[in-house]
């Protein structure tokens, strides 16, 4: 496997540690986790909006499709969320893992490989940097105090038109998003 590959299946067992944690906690960590558990989901979800999506597209992999409907359930329940908290999330949140661990698991064993064999070793390379980039951006300015975040919640973050986000992506990175 290349980076590309293995920097998202890192990133999707970071997400799946965070859900254990949270489910397994109480009081102010379980809180604190919740939080964590949503915005590093909702930042993996658009990085792979922004990043992965187009690079499916011009490989001619037909998986995007899927992975937006993926997306769009996951998004659904992740917006539910910004009005409840830690406790009464919990049954939403154990519904989202479920769909999160089933698009997780179709993502690492068909449209990874996939994507991968159309990729060089620097093409994949420079996928890894640009999702890795606008992941770690996305999930920094979540963990800033609310009146210093674009987004105070996630669902301000979804409703944000792709467009917008890749601005401010390649305005932080300084670089093209192609």
């Known amino acids: 496997m290349e980076r590309c590959t293995l920097a998202i299946i890192n990133d999707h ?104 064999g159309k990729l060089s070793d620097s093409e994949s390379n420079a996928l890894f940097a640009r999702f890795d980039s606008g992941r770690t951006m996305f999930l920094r300015d979540a963990a800033n105090p609310p009146a210093e975040r674009p987004f105070s919640k996630t669902g301000d973050l979804f409703a944000t038109p792709h467009d917008k986000l890749r601005e401010m992506l390649t305005a932080r990175l300084g670089t093209s998003m192609k």
Request: charged share 30%.
């Open 13 to 116: 067992a970071d997400i799946k540690g965070y859900y254990e944690t949270y489910i397994a906690s109480s009081g102010e960590e379980k809180t604190k986790l919740f939080d964590l558990f949503r915005w590093k989901l909702a930042t993996h979800t658009v990085s792979e909006e922004l990043i992965l999506h187009p690079v499916y597209t011009n490989a001619g992999l037909e998986c995007a499709l899927k992975d937006a409907d993926a997306h769009n359930r996951i998004k659904d329940e992740l917006t539910k969320l910004d009005s409840l908290d830690a406790i009464s999330g919990e049954p939403t949140v154990k519904e989202l893992y479920n769909l999160m661990l089933a698009h997780f698991n179709d993502e690492e064993s068909v449209d990874l490989p996939e994507l991968e």
